[in-house]
Nanobody
Framework: QVQLVESGGGLALAGDSLKLSCVASGLTARLNHMGWFRQRPGKEREFVGSINLPGGSYDVADDRFHLSRNIAENTVLLQMDNLQADDTATYYC?????????????????WGQGTQVTVSS
């Protein structure tokens, strides 16, 4: 089993930056990607980005977002710049093994509880 815990959410003003953190614990050795998804009010969960753990390369849905990882600390960071009100959502960290589509929630068997980000204009 893998446990994921997000932190770093909160209230921000439009134009601010925010960095979210996800710490993984448990049987993490076989994880291949860590992803970030968000769920805006009244909408389905959507892909934000995903990082390849061995290599560090990542894909994001918006170039205002950047991912990084610290293998030694089992931590993945989501840096969000120039936040807008439309970024208000609950942000979830997720872990997957090799294979599957990185932007598909169904590829990720492990999920954190989420952290709320609220952006005020």
């Amino acid at each position: 089993q893998v446990q994921l815990v997000e932190s770093g959410g909160g209230l921000a003003l439009a134009g601010d930056s925010l960095k979210l953190s996800c710490v993984a614990s448990g049987l993490t050795a076989r994880l291949n990607h860590m992803g970030w998804f968000r769920q805006r009010p009244g909408k389905e969960r959507e892909f934000v980005g995903s990082i390849n753990l061995p290599g560090g390369s990542y894909d994001v849905a918006d170039d205002r977002f950047h991912l990084s990882r610290n293998i030694a600390e089992n931590t993945v960071l989501l840096q969000m710049d120039n936040l807008q009100a439309d970024d208000t959502a609950t942000y979830y960290c997720a872990g997957k093994y090799r294979g599957g589509i990185i932007s598909d929630t169904r590829s990720y068997p492990y999920w954190g509880q989420g952290t709320q980000v609220t952006v005020s204009s």
